[in-house]
């Protein structure tokens, strides 16, 4: 009986530090520490100075009924700006409150500030556009009128535009304001096309070409709750990842409030958000509810038509593909595959339920995907391989933490699908057509072959997708991947020193995140 106490006390203790290990939880309690060595504001003066002609930015704010005090300090992290060519648009959506409009009044000694006051409340979006329609900067920025700017925000947002004239959208980090203090950081990977399916990545602070805005025609009604969302979605639509950039700084502050609309109606916003996900897939994928995360989409893609062949790069045939057994064949090698697909699956591992293939095949199948790979599990059901970072000794490491199964990831990365630099040849599924353009594998690569192929791909402008809809066990844990490396490091030189999906803000180390 003592016995059996002492390990239930055992596991309710490396439980509870397994979740003290998660990686949101870490970086949260660091972000205080954090803030002390963040570069000061004063240092893009310099900047703004050398930088020459720069982008006029208007700011639309709509407003109903906020709390006149932090309304005011919404404002004032405007007016406080470094960068001074900037306008402010205010929409006032019939507020009722008096204090608001003391408020606003105040703005008349600014000529930069215009208020436009709406007889009849119309909601966020009439609001919105109602101040777009009277803004005249080259590019539009969106802030909530309980939010707070910045005092960088806008400068460091005019010098990248000034720097590449090509962008229509660039997009920063965000923090919250809970209590008076900043907390709850997210540091945004690099512009991620398919975690952006199931997350608004561009969220805050959102800064947009004012003509494509107007163009898309604003924000729809149709999708109140996530409208910010769905002109994100409609954008990406029109312009190429060239024209989208992530500032990795934090930029805006999201003032944490149980009144607020997002709060008071998180299931509507939730159904907004995964309409505006489907009408942007245009039927190419189901988008429901992500099993572990029901605050976010789950985004299936479909399987094109006709459904292709697979041919299993693996010993023999693994258990439950979840895929038609007529159009499957099992080959010793890749030469001898007649399939439109090749799955790269280790005799190691044991798919975790039906459906794996199907998952990875679908999102192999999308052109814009080079390949494709699945949440690999060791025995013990930890994690083992979530995709691989770049790294420029290391060639590619996982982020795989110590943590309980039941972990999300940071900001949700190990139950949604996204963009990765590479997967592990273990689990790597590709069309035919691309594996053989791309020169097949590389045997000197040896451990990192998976790799070596991922970047050759991503060369030629396709992306490599993970997915945690493809789970897979291992029946001994992997060992790490070293032979090659050397190679590597010759072979792809800068390009390890740099992934394009992490954010210089987090460090990778052993698996684990951490604040840099």
Known sequence: ???????????????????????????????????????????????????????????????????????????ASVRGQIFSDWELIIADDASVDPAVATVLAECGADPRIHV????????????????????????????????????????????????????????????QIVGGRRAAPYFKPGWNPDLFLSQNLVCHLAVYRRDLVSRLGGLRDEVVGAQDYDLALRVVDEIGAHRVRHLPLVLYHWRQSEGSFSATHAAACEAAARRAIAWHLHGRAQVGTAPALPQWPDVRFNLPAPVPRVSIVTPEMPPGTGYDPALVEVVADAGRATGDVLAFL??????????????????ACRPEIGAAGGLLLGPDGGWCHTGYELHPKLVAQSVAPPSDAADPGYRGQFALPRTVSAVRLDCLVVRRNVFVAAGELNQAAQDFAGVDLCLRLAARGLRTVWTPHARLHYARRPRLPSAGAAWMRQRWGETLGHDPYRNPNLRLSGGRLFLA
């Open 1 to 75: 009986m003592v016995l059996f106490f002492k390990k239930e006390l055992l596991s309710s203790l490396l439980l509870f530090w397994r979740r003290r290990q998660r990686p949101e939880r870490v970086i949260d309690r660091g972000y205080a520490a954090w803030l002390k060595r963040e570069p000061p504001a004063a240092a893009w003066r310099g900047r703004v100075a050398a930088a020459g002609k720069l982008p006029r930015i208007s700011v639309v704010m709509p407003v109903h009924d906020p709390n006149p005090v932090w309304l005011r300090d919404a404002i």
């Open 116 to 175: 436009v006051r709406l007889e009849k409340c119309g909601g966020i979006s009439a609001a919105t556009n109602a101040a777009l329609s009277h803004t005249d900067g080259e590019f539009v920025a969106f802030l909530d009128h309980d939010d707070t700017l910045a005092p960088h925000a806008l400068a460091a947002v005019a010098c990248v535009l000034a720097e590449d004239p090509r962008l229509d959208l660039v997009f920063s980090d965000e923090d």
């Open 346 to 363: 280790s005799p190691d591992l044991r798919p975790d339920g039906d459906g794996w293939l199907r998952a990875l095949v679908a999102q």
